[in-house]
C-alpha cells in the first residue's frame, strides 16, 4: 500500500495522536499507525481508529487541561 497523498512507501509506526478541544489537549502515546516515509502522513485501520474515537469521549469528560494516556493500556 502506498501513500494517498505522495504516493511514497508506508512503515509501520508507533505514533503520538494529538487532539486539541476547547478546553482540553488530549495526547495518546504509541498508536500503531502507517506512516509515510516521504510527507509523514498518518494511517490508522479502522479498529485503531474506533479505539482512539473511544478514548476521546471517555477522556473529553475529564477538566484537565492536559491529559496523556498510552494507546497500549487504555485498550488491552
Same mark, same amino acid.
Given at each position: !500500500?502506498?501513500?494517498? !497523498?505522495?504516493?511514497?512507501?508506508?512503515?509501520i509506526?508507533?505514533?503520538?495522536?494529538?487532539?486539541?478541544?476547547?478546553?482540553?489537549?488530549?495526547?495518546?502515546?504509541?498508536?500503531p499507525?502507517?506512516?509515510?516515509?516521504?510527507?509523514?502522513?498518518?494511517? +490508522?485501520?479502522?479498529?485503531?481508529?474506533?479505539?482512539?474515537?473511544? !478514548?476521546?469521549?471517555?477522556?473529553?469528560? +475529564?477538566?484537565?487541561?492536559?491529559?496523556?494516556?498510552?494507546?497500549?493500556?487504555?485498550?488491552?
Open positions: !500500500m502506498n501513500c494517498y !497523498m505522495c504516493k511514497g512507501n508506508l512503515k509506526k508507533k505514533v503520538n495522536y494529538v487532539v486539541d478541544l476547547d478546553n482540553t489537549i488530549i495526547i495518546i502515546k504509541g498508536v499507525a502507517k506512516v509515510c516515509e516521504q510527507c509523514g502522513e498518518q494511517y +490508522f485501520d479502522d479498529t485503531t481508529a474506533e479505539n482512539i474515537e473511544k !478514548m476521546v469521549n471517555e477522556l473529553r469528560k +475529564f477538566s484537565t487541561e492536559i491529559t496523556v494516556v498510552n494507546y497500549k493500556k487504555k485498550t488491552a
